[in-house]
Structure formats: C-alpha cells, structure tokens
C-alpha cells in the first residue's frame, strides 16, 4: 500500500511539471500569453534607410523573446508584388500587419484589403492619404513629418552660409546655385523634403538660383549619373547639393570624388542628405558631407513595436505609452534632428 502510494505521488509530480511545461512551451514564459505574430511589408529590403528599420525591429525581436515574431516581405519596389504578399499573409494568422507601401497611390486598394480581412494595419514611413487611413478605424501611420527634413536641410546650408559664406558663394554673386536631387515624383516625403529645403533658404532671406532638379528614384546609382552630367555642364558653378536622402547624397559624393572634390582636401562643394545613415554619418565626419537630418530608425521600430502591442491586444495604438496623435488622430510622428560635423 505503502508504494502503491508513493507511486501514486511520484505520478501527480510528473503530471504537474509536464502541466506546467506545456503552459510554458506554448507562451511566451509569462503565464502563457502567446507572442504576437506581425507580417511586416517594407518597400525594398535594399533600400538603407529601411533595411536600418527591419534591422532594428530584429534587435526588438531578440530583446522581447517570446513577446513578439516579426516576418518580413520584400516588395521590391513593385506594388503589385507587395500586394500579392499582403494577400497570402492575410490567409494566415497574423496578428497585425506592418505596411512600408510600395505605391502611395495605391493606399485605398491596400486599405480595403486589409480592412475586409479585419486585420489592424500601421503604415509607416510612407504614408498614404489621411482620408485613406481614416477609412479603416483599426488603420494607423507612423512616420515623420516630411517638411520638417527640408526646414533642417534648409537651415544646415543658411548656417554655412551665414556662417562661411566664403567656402559656399564661391563665385561672390550673393546667390547660391544649387541642384537638387528628388526621391521619387509624387512621394509626399519628396514633394515636401524638396519644396521646404528651399523655402527654409528663401525664408531666412538667401536668394537662389535652381541649375537642376532631377528625379533618382532615392538611388545611389541615377543620382551618381545625375551629378556627373550636372558637373560636366556646371562645373564648380554648382556651390551646393541637397539631395532628399543620403543614398543620393552618397551618389554625388562619388562623382565629385571622381572629379577631384569633396576628398577631404582643398575643392569642395557642400552636400546635404536625410536619413543620417552610418555611411553618411562617416562621410560627414570625414569632410566629404556637409550635413544630413537624423531619420532614427531605432526610434521608428520602438514606435512600431509599441503601438502594435497595442492593437494586437485591441487596443488603442498609442494608449499607455509617450506617444500622442498629431491633429489627424491617427499619426504618430517621429521628430527628425540635424546631424554635422562635431
């Protein structure tokens, strides 16, 4: 009787700890609260600005074990192809979507989707219509505010100017002649990074002479070709670059670089970019940049994380953190900063 009862008692203990185990096993470790699954849609993986994103929402993924998956989908700058990913995620059980939408003005198609499968989505860094978004009461946007990167473009040259006139007014017309390198043409970050650059200059009472504008599409490559056809017919007639990410940024550097300017010795023509990627950060403190607007990555994947939590959990995105709504009640904003040589 004796063993039959402490055989008994050896059963229950095992039972209980395979209880406990499997309780374990199928959560996240804390009372068994299952991690949010997140399907995340980014324009192009290769585009550097994003992959620093996507990079950064892993290091959350890694930090939060058990909290939440991140599964990411390559757009590869073609709508079409994003629109087919979003619609095999949505057969599958997804908590929240993530868009970095491919075409802006594919914003309502995208919407509709998502909104008949009634998934919460966040859009972000690319942001489609607000009355789009409004659409959906469980769609949200998490991005910037696109002029405020052109008013910071804008005032790094007027400080060089006020400030080393001598190294910018190169030829002492009180003029700054400048070409201008755009995104994409009707990208809302790029309509206002180029229209604010310039006004911020025109604002504080610098006059301007535009000698080129050309759409690059954010590429390094187109905006390399661009600068060396511009450098042939303008010299160093060209006394400034404002490109509307450092990718283009980078792109003139090179064929400055390959004329014999912005090496870090005596010819120079000052060059500005937005994102403040590593290798822009590097370039400027370097000498071969003149500045750039800190777009911060490791800020926009904790705006992610944090406001996704919420609405997987049915909740508002914003409810119990730093964030607030801008005057659209949708939109969180993350503040850019300028970004010089120290």
Request: glycine share 8%; charged share 25%; hydrophobic share 40%.
């Amino acid at each position: 009787m004796k063993k039959f009862k402490k055989f008994l008692a050896i059963a229950i203990s095992v039972m209980m700890i395979a209880a406990l185990a499997g309780c374990s096993s199928n959560g996240s470790g804390d009372g068994g609260k299952d991690a949010i699954k997140v399907a995340v849609f980014l324009y192009k993986f290769d585009d550097t600005y994003i992959s620093t994103v996507r990079q950064s929402l892993q290091s959350i993924q890694e930090e939060n074990k058990g909290n939440v998956t991140f599964e990411f989908f390559d757009g590869k700058g073609d709508q079409a192809t994003q629109n087919d990913a979003i619609d095999t995620a949505l057969q599958k059980d997804f908590d929240l979507l993530m868009v970095n939408i491919v075409d802006i003005g594919a914003g309502q198609t995208v919407i509709d989707k998502i909104s008949a499968a009634d998934k919460p989505v966040i859009f972000f860094n690319r942001e489609p219509k607000t009355e789009e978004l409004k659409s959906y009461d469980k769609a949200r946007f998490v991005g910037t505010n696109a002029k405020d990167a052109g008013i910071l473009q804008g005032e790094i040259l007027a400080d060089i100017w006020n400030d080393k006139k001598d190294t910018i007014d190169k030829n002492g017309d009180g003029v700054l002649q400048y070409v201008m390198l755009k995104g994409e043409p009707d990208n809302p970050e790029a309509v206002a990074r180029t229209e604010f650059s310039v006004s911020t200059l025109k604002d504080k009472d610098i006059k301007v002479e535009e000698l080129g504008l050309q759409v690059c599409n954010w590429q390094q490559d187109l905006a390399q070709t661009a600068m060396e056809a511009w450098f042939s017919k303008y010299g160093d007639k060209i006394e400034a670059v404002i490109a509307n990410n450092d990718g283009m940024a980078l792109g003139a550097v090179a064929a400055l670089q390959n004329q014999g300017y912005n090496d870090g010795k005596d010819k120079y023509i000052h060059v500005v970019g937005v994102d403040a990627t590593e290798a822009a950060q590097d370039y400027i403190n370097q000498g071969y940049m003149s500045g750039t607007v800190l777009q911060d990555a490791p800020a926009m994947a904790k705006a992610l994380y944090e406001c996704a939590t919420n609405m997987a959990s049915g909740k508002d995105a914003v409810d119990g953190t730093s964030y607030k709504y801008d005057d659209t009640g949708i939109a969180v904003r993350i503040p850019y900063a300028p970004f010089i040589k120290k």
